[in-house]
């Protein structure tokens, strides 16, 4: 029921304009934006908060991978490997050895843990080293078609609306907001996968904790309502509830379910389930022997989400594809996390490791919308089933779709085309030059 209108009529007059506008700050966007920026583009990283990383830092998801397969072969490198590599220097992160195979479905072996603040400190650098114009606290309102080519966006800031001006953009909302903005098809899975709440514990010891206690204490709360079956991983054998959580210290073990996240009210849903099935977590485990100073000291200031909107693109990747290691002819970047779906109202994971010798591809056409002249996608929303997004969707991966996208919307604002003309061999040659491991058709194998 409508209960009113506001009209406006105000004339924003443009602030700025850049060959290429990016919208997003997580794994793909800061990479797209360096990219585009290296390659002598004016561009723009559009980012709605205040810290780049997206949900490695934001988010509290500090692994990304994987950029090697189980057999130690590295797959995605390029600018985003550039940002470990720094991190690494930094005293951020450590990595681990890839020439030790990890058993199939233990994949996590081969993640890269770092230390957010200086993680996201390396991508504050890189960006702003790259001559990127750092928008930061600032989210598109308004996407529309210039006549002049390119688009007219209006961004809306703390102290209101500005407008400027982007000959292409690069949509890395993890959401497709751009494309939604813009009325492009989009896709959605028809379950969608929870999200996750990230956090740390601290304050016991493990040998200290009264295992059958937590079991009598976990089972009481369960059947009073007070605690939820997702609100914890599945129990190894003779486990109870909660103890891989205390023997991890957290982490990546939760479920928030039915869940959106596309828009602001679906996400600020998700956060309130998030902070409210943490502290559920919290008031348990505090009355379990053992834990009675058990703290929590870190957690996501935003509920992790995984699966929202895709763009339809002019070329879409099946699970049969990607679990196949099929070679687009388009390919423009590899991809190796497994099939990784979170079951939507459980608490448990359906993994499927991708064969010893397979590693997907992901082609360039799954980046572009389809009727897009100027707009590129890439992260988690590049075209593809809910079966090969829940693994593409990762932060490797997003990374070298990031750096594709980049390097093509250069392209085609040097070449004056839409970004569905760009010469995929040029595109590929770039990509080469910036240190990126490109898949090649005609030799089959990496370049």
Known sequence: MSIGSITLQATIPLEDEYDVLVFGGGPAGAVAAIQAAREGMRTALVERTGMLGGTATVGGVNFPGLFHTRLGRQVIRGIGWEAIEETVRRGGAALPDFTVPYPPRKHPRHHILVNRFVYASVWDDAVRGAGVRLRLHESPAVVRKSERGGYEVVLAGKTGLSAVYGKTAIDCTGDANVAALLGLPLEQSERRQPGTMMYHMTGYRLEDVDREALRTLAAEAAAAGDIR?????PPGEGEPPFWRELRSGGGNCNH???????DSRSK?????QGRAALMRIYRLLRRVPGCADLSIDDFGAECGIRDTNRIVGEARVTGEDYKTGRLWPDAVCYSYYPIDLHLPDDNGIDIRPLADGVVATIPYGALVPRNSEWLLAAGRIVSGDAEAH?????????????????AAAAIAVRSGVPVRDVDVEELRATLRRHGAIVPDAREGGTS
């Open 390 to 406: 829940s693994a593409y969707r990762v932060q490797a991966s997003s990374m070298a779709t990031g750096q594709a996208a980049g």
């Open 229 to 233: 079956h997702t609100d914890h991983s």
């Open 256 to 262: 928030i379910v039915r869940i959106d996240g596309s």
């Open 268 to 272: 600020a849903e998700a956060d309130l």
